[in-house]
């Protein structure tokens, strides 16, 4: 059974950072690509940022410069570093897992992020 399971979100102030985790379970973490989705009250969701199997990494206009994505093979967790948080950064984060070349994708249950200004 395929796990994606995402923690670190929580509520700070702007300006401030904070560090999301997926860890990952029933999932071939050395094949798939995977990636940091969001999405905010009233809106679609959105890719944040992604990372391929040989971590490549790929970010949104707005994610550059300020969040960093990572992935951790030994631990078959993925990061999304945040810094620099604003208060439109606030949404629901989601980890996302795919198989290349496939349409297998799975999602977690999401984390909230909630930045105040």
């Known amino acids: 059974q395929v796990q994606l399971v995402e923690s670190g979100g929580g509520l700070v102030q702007a300006g401030e950072s904070l560090r999301l985790s997926c860890a990952a379970s029933?999932?071939?973490?050395?094949?798939?690509?995977m990636g940091w989705y969001r999405q905010a009250p009233g809106k679609q969701r959105e890719l944040v940022a992604s990372?391929?199997?040989?971590?490549?990494?790929n970010y949104a206009d707005s994610a550059k410069g300020r969040f960093t994505i990572s992935r951790d093979y030994t631990k078959k967790t993925m990061y999304l570093q945040m810094d620099s948080l604003k208060p439109e950064d606030t949404a629901v984060y989601y980890c996302?897992?795919?198989?290349?070349?496939?349409?297998?994708?799975?999602w977690g249950q999401g984390t909230q992020v909630t930045v105040s200004s």
């Open positions: 990372i391929s199997r040989g971590s490549s990494t």
């Open positions: 029933g999932i071939a973490f050395n094949i798939v690509a």
């Open positions: 996302n897992a795919q198989y290349p070349s496939t349409t297998l994708t799975y």
